[in-house]
């Protein structure tokens, strides 16, 4: 452990910058909104912000990106196919534990199973990450019921916890260690870890009670969906809650869902491009012949659930689909954020 002087940030994040593309928290300069995007001006990182809409994910699993291109030789009848390797080395600084935990998710789905997404892989080889631990919870958060925050335990290379005039940094990598080395930061007290205990035990306490007590009952909507306890009646009061916007795949931490297309230009190679897609689109699970075995609403919405919290997806991403950040319940116009759906089947069960 080490310590860095609040007034020695912008010097951490300028050695970062000289060989990585920067990202972090910003407020946006007209609606004030927190945004995690590519750092145009250094000085305008905002650890202290807010959760951003779009969570860190986008850095390393872009909301659109040509994956390859080829061209076709009319006259020798050959296809050439190119790899289109346009990932560059990112630091993703801020990063919250909710967020470190969802890119943990993705590597599951990525890396983790019988065939390796190669373009993923070279984001994520690529990326150094500084995590910011959460001193002061949203509204909307729930992360203390998903086990994934408010502190990261794994999963980056630098991690900083605000202690007031000074960052409390943690290494959690060799790429980390050697950071911190060569900034010269000084060593941290033997009272470095009680007083981060401490700072983290305070945001625990700080959390909205509701948040606390859901913890239980995450675990019971967990038993129901797998075990397929959950009435229909519930699965269509939320299915004609929802508006088919997609917005809470968008903002999820978790959610891996793509298309791909081949786009021609006039003149070039046609490039195939992967973009994120959304389970709550009817034409998500459409197939040839206009079959869709997921054409009604509620079906689709019980889909997006299971995958969130069913045993089967715990079983492969190793915890919940869900890691509490609270993002769905914040731009659902529909009300049917996952905080809420935990809800409808509580009172299912209690009748309260």
């Known amino acids: 452990m080490h310590i860095l002087p609040k007034s020695g940030l912008p010097r951490l994040v300028e050695a970062l910058g000289e060989q990585h593309e920067l990202y972090g928290p910003i407020l946006h300069e ?20 807010p959760i951003p809409y779009i969570p860190p994910k986008a850095a390393v699993f872009p909301h659109f990106e040509e994956i390859l291109h080829y061209a076709y030789d009319r006259d020798s009848k050959k296809v050439d196919i190119a790899r289109t390797d346009l990932v560059r080395p990112k630091a993703l600084i801020g990063v919250r534990s909710c967020d470190l935990t969802g890119l943990a998710c ?46 990261a335990v794994e999963g980056y290379d630098l991690n900083l916890t605000d202690l007031g005039d000074h960052y409390l940094v943690e290494s959690g990598s060799e790429k980390g260690a050697a950071l911190a080395a060569r900034l010269g930061l000084a060593p941290a007290g033997a009272d470095a870890a009680g007083r981060r205990d401490a700072a983290v035990n305070a945001s625990i306490a700080s959390f909205d009670p509701a948040a606390r007590e859901n913890k239980a009952w995450i675990s019971r909507a967990v038993n129901r969906l797998t075990t397929g306890f959950v009435k229909n009646e519930t699965w269509e009061y939320i299915g004609h809650q929802c508006f088919e916007c997609g917005a809470c795949s968008y903002v999820c931490p978790t959610c891996s869902c793509f298309n791909i297309e081949d786009v021609t230009p006039a003149e070039g190679p046609t490039g195939r491009i992967r973009t994120w897609d959304s389970c709550s689109f009817e034409g998500y699970s459409r197939m040839a012949g206009e079959h869709n075995p997921r054409r009604p609403i509620e079906d689709r919405r019980n889909k997006r659930f299971f995958c969130k919290l069913s045993y089967s997806q715990s079983k492969k991403y190793l915890r919940p689909g869900c890691v509490g950040c609270g993002r769905c319940a914040r731009v659902c116009p529909g009300d049917i954020g996952l905080p809420n759906v935990v809800q409808y089947i509580r009172r299912e069960t209690t009748g309260r």
Not at 116 to 127: K, S
Not at 131 to 140: D, E, I, S, V
């Open 106 to 151: 993705l590597d599951r789905f990525y890396l983790g199973q019988e065939f390796v997404d190669e373009v993923y892989r070279d984001h994520r080889r690529r990326t150094f990450i500084v995590a910011n631990t959460c001193l002061g919870p949203f509204p909307q958060c729930f992360c203390v019921c998903t086990d994934s925050g408010p502190y």
């Open 30 to 49: 007209v609606s004030g909104d927190a945004l995690f995007e590519k750092l145009a001006d250094p000085a305008a990182l905002r650890l202290d912000a």
